[in-house]
């Protein structure tokens, strides 16, 4: 059902770049393997037969991407911890429960089992996110310490938005792009080490001390090049998250009319206002929102009937 659900998603005309994005990947691994099939000269390359396990791969990967354990990987890359605090459940357990209550009741195919997670606040001088949130796939919604420190509306209307990401599965294509191709990049990398080392092995013990030196040196070139595919994968799925991004603005909006329908509306509008247009640096903030315009948020708030008002001058 679940994994159904986000192949209907890639079929919404905004998410079509996000499609060609993941063709492309399949293409990619595909040259990868057949790369290595053609460096083998044991081994005649074969075309199909790589796409077909590619393919096969990559399907693996997507389900991980999408199961908790995608989820569990995507909290450990954003530094994302239980609350543990007594001060801190104090504070967010008892909103986050009233706010998890209505919007299960108005979107009842919520998991039953959402928790919150926690991201301290950066021991680096100069490393400031802000007050902040981001939902993970079916059952994780995370946010910064500093929200914390927002008036206790404002917090309820940045949960109500985040439960309006998990109730939309806006999140499935971002775990994808980033836990997806973590995961095959860890597979291609194993590949190519013991394929390195066994190279080693067989070489050092059926050829002369300089063919063992030349599997070492083969050993050594395999290293660097899976160094340069794992620079290469970062590159590559930033670049999927800036696709998704840009191509999940209208999600945003979604998730602020939900925030709104749950009767947070006002409180949101301010907690924009107060934020601006800051755009914290990395993945988290990328995860946390696309970034469409606040006036534009706000004002499309206000077409749904939110009744604020922000006072100029005196």
Request: glycine share 6%; charged share 20%; with cysteine.
């Amino acid at each position: 059902m679940y994994f159904s659900n986000f192949l209907s998603s890639l079929t919404k005309k905004n998410n079509i770049p996000i499609l060609i994005y993941l063709v492309l990947n399949v293409f990619i691994i595909t040259w990868i393997f057949y790369a290595l099939s053609s460096s083998d000269s044991t081994v005649e390359p074969n075309f199909w037969g790589c796409l077909l396990t590619s393919i096969v791969i990559y399907a693996i990967s997507i389900l991980i991407a999408l199961s908790p354990i995608g989820e569990w990987i995507l909290r450990v890359q954003n530094e994302c911890k239980k609350i543990k605090r007594k001060e801190q459940i104090a504070v967010i357990g008892p909103i986050f429960n009233e706010v998890y209550a209505k919007a299960k009741e108005r979107y009842p195919d919520l998991s039953d089992d959402i928790t919150i997670y926690i991201r301290p606040k950066s021991r680096k001088k100069d490393d400031y996110e802000g007050a902040n949130a981001f939902a993970a796939g079916r059952r994780t919604i995370c946010i910064t310490e500093e929200l914390l420190y927002q008036p206790e509306d404002q917090i309820k209307a940045v949960l109500a938005h985040e439960f309006g990401h998990l109730a939309h599965h806006d999140t499935d294509i971002i775990l994808v792009i980033t836990v997806g191709n973590m995961i095959i990049t860890a597979i291609i990398s194993f590949v190519l080490i013991i394929s390195a080392i066994l190279k080693v092995l067989f070489g050092g013990m059926s050829q002369s001390k300089d063919g063992g030196a030349v599997g070492v040196a083969g050993l050594i070139m395999t290293a660097l090049f899976t160094f340069v595919i794992n620079l290469m994968n970062r590159v590559w799925s930033q670049i999927g998250v800036w696709l998704c991004m840009k191509s999940s603005r209208s999600n945003e909006y979604l998730a602020d009319e939900v925030s709104f329908n749950l009767g947070y509306g006002v409180p949101l509008c301010e907690f924009l206002d107060a934020a601006g247009d800051y755009k914290a640096e990395g993945l988290f903030a990328a995860l946390a929102s696309s970034h469409p315009d606040t006036d534009d948020r706000i004002a499309r708030l206000q077409g749904l009937g939110c009744e604020y008002k922000k006072s100029y001058g005196k």
